[in-house]
């Protein structure tokens, strides 16, 4: 059964997938978008299965990417139904003794609450700011536009001076344990940055984790970490509105098994279905690396420079994502004294690196180093008043050789009995327990508020999107080995093209890796139409292409192809 043909087709509609049909749509292509799932988003999508009148988010929740990416911006989402709310505050960690650590928007309120906490730390922070005011948005289009990064590596070559040159990419290339020990002498904001970095996979003593630290914590203080209202699925619908609104379809329950191909270009997809459609143009691929080069490439089109590279590609670590419904707002021993969105939940740095360095040995954490958030505190819409939507994250082993809880990679215990790493009910309900202990901890009483409780783990996350292999959420490690140039694989130098001609790569699998910034999505789509207006080009006799360069290039213009 053949179905119509388009100019482009993507494969998965994650928001990667959906900024590249909205940039083609944009630049006047015909799109058709295909999602195996039931609903569109991938990992930006929400449920109504907890509890009457909560909404929990499946995947992730707060967005600071999508306030600070240029691509994400230039979709105006506002026009199409988003609204974003933004909680008291952006971060809390708090800490056994009682205190919290506390990142406001304001920045003159985060830098009182640093400065009350260790005199001096205020003004240091407010330094900080100041050198992040004036090299921050240069770094950001760096990273996220596609390499090698010229417009955004000379934009930050021109203002290192002005933030201390040398020094300070010396500050940026160092851990994130120790990269502000010389600037701040209290540990509440020194937590704050360290959490930041371990929303990945860089060890927090490794080289380069101190710049995605400093990078999320200044963007919690330049723009935030909102939430859209309503649930992270209406960010996705948003995009779906715009999408539409240009003429483009999406498709659910289109599950893709093979990417068509022709002389060595991609002319299609076949659905699991049997139904085909055709792709004049470009395939858009918002999936795994393996998943497109194992198992929709046929092994004859799959570049032998890519397929040996496939050897070595290497995974983020598993995911375990616990999602409560509370009778009320969490019972904190001592009260922050602004209500934050985000929480970091780790006794101290050491802590957190001692969890993160459990999992990269293969071992499930005795102690977890938790992500969480307080959704009805970001967005009351999100639960009954009186009540709060809670959820929290954390890695695990890809491949467990044990449990540190147990004593075999360390000598402390931990409530809520061993896990054998199987991720079984048993096990995630195991775990879930411990999660919830340290929950306990800081709020007793946290537990007899629970009315309902939802545990994904690692093979639940990869059923509701495909993309989650093995529960990872990175598409693959953030380690310096498999990032800029290296990703996904070396021999591609971080481009969006795949050696198959009218095939793109544009899922976090892509440079410049996870993060709900939409720029490997972009760069897919910058690629297609750079590709598209050679090929009419070539195609044309000489005199005419040159007449009609000139027109074309600004016709592509608005759809981020320049």
Not at 28 to 53: C, I, K, N, Y
Not at 265 to 278: D, I
Not at 479 to 490: D, E, I, S
Not at 516 to 524: F, T
Request: proline share 7%; net charge negative; aromatic share 6%.
């Amino acid at each position: 059964m053949t179905g119509a043909t388009y100019d482009a087709l993507v494969i998965g509609s994650g928001p990667n997938g959906l900024v590249a049909a909205n940039l083609l749509a944009d630049a006047g292509w015909s799109v058709l978008v295909l999602e195996a799932q039931p609903d569109a988003g991938g990992a930006v999508r929400s449920s109504h299965e907890l509890a009457d009148g909560f909404v929990h988010d499946t995947f992730s929740a707060f967005y600071p990417f999508a306030r600070a990416s240029p691509v994400m911006l230039g979709l105006d989402l506002e026009r199409h139904g988003l609204t974003w709310s933004h909680p008291p505050a952006v971060q809390g960690h708090p800490f056994p003794d009682g205190s919290w650590a506390l990142l406001h928007r304001d920045r003159g309120i985060t830098a009182d609450l640093a400065e009350r906490a260790h005199p001096g730390d205020g003004e240091a922070w407010l330094r900080l700011c100041a050198d992040w005011d004036a090299i921050g948005p240069a770094l950001i289009d760096a990273l996220l536009t596609p390499f090698p990064p010229v417009r955004g590596g000379l934009g930050v070559l021109t203002r290192l001076r002005h933030v201390g040159g040398v020094d300070f990419v010396r500050t940026l290339l160092s851990p994130a344990l120790t990269m502000l020990d010389g600037r701040l002498g209290g540990e509440a904001l020194r937590t704050l940055v360290a959490g930041n970095a371990g929303h990945a996979d860089i060890p927090l003593d490794a080289a380069g984790s101190g710049m995605l630290g400093l990078l999320l914590t200044m963007m919690g203080q330049t723009v935030g970490f909102p939430a859209p209202q309503g649930g992270a699925g209406e960010l996705s619908a948003a995009m779906v509105r715009r999408l539409e609104s240009l003429g483009g379809e999406v498709r659910c329950d289109a599950e893709v098994v093979a990417v068509e191909t022709d002389r060595g270009r991609a002319t299609g997809v076949r659905l699991r279905s049997g139904e085909r459609y055709a792709a004049r143009r470009a395939v858009v691929a918002d999936v795994g690396v393996e998943a497109l080069y194992r198992h929709l490439l046929d092994p004859s089109d799959v570049p032998a420079r890519v397929a040996r590279g496939l050897d070595r590609f290497e995974m983020d670590p598993a995911t375990v994502k616990v999602d409560w419904a509370l009778d009320g707002p969490i019972p904190w021993a001592s009260a922050p004294e602004h209500a934050p969105g985000t929480l970091h939940l780790a006794a101290s740095r050491a802590e957190m690196a001692e969890a993160t360095a459990q999992v990269a040995s293969g071992y499930v954490p005795a102690h977890p180093f938790m992500l969480a958030g307080q959704m009805t505190t970001a967005d009351p819409t999100r639960s009954p008043a009186g009540t709060e939507a809670v959820w929290a994250y954390t890695h695990v082993p890809q491949q467990t050789r044990g449990d540190a809880a147990d004593g075999a990679a360390s000598g402390s215990g931990s409530t809520g009995g061993t896990v054998g790493g199987d991720w079984g009910p048993d096990d995630r309900e195991r775990f879930a327990d411990r999660m919830q202990a340290r929950f306990e901890e800081l709020a007793p009483g946290f537990g007899s508020l629970v009315r309902a409780r939802r545990v994904l783990g690692p093979r639940e996350l990869e059923q509701r999107n495909a993309n989650l292999v093995g529960g990872a959420v990175g598409a693959g490690t953030s380690q310096l080995h498999q990032m800029l140039l290296f990703r996904p694989v070396p021999g591609q130098w971080g481009r969006a093209e795949t050696g198959v001609a009218g095939l793109y790569l544009g899922s976090a699998a892509a440079h410049p890796g996870g993060g709900v910034h939409g720029a490997p999505g972009s760069n897919a789509a910058r690629a297609a139409l750079a590709h598209a207006r050679v090929s009419t080009l070539t195609a044309l006799p000489r005199s005419v292409g040159r007449s009609v360069r000139g027109t074309l290039g600004r016709g592509t213009a608005g759809g981020g192809a320049s």
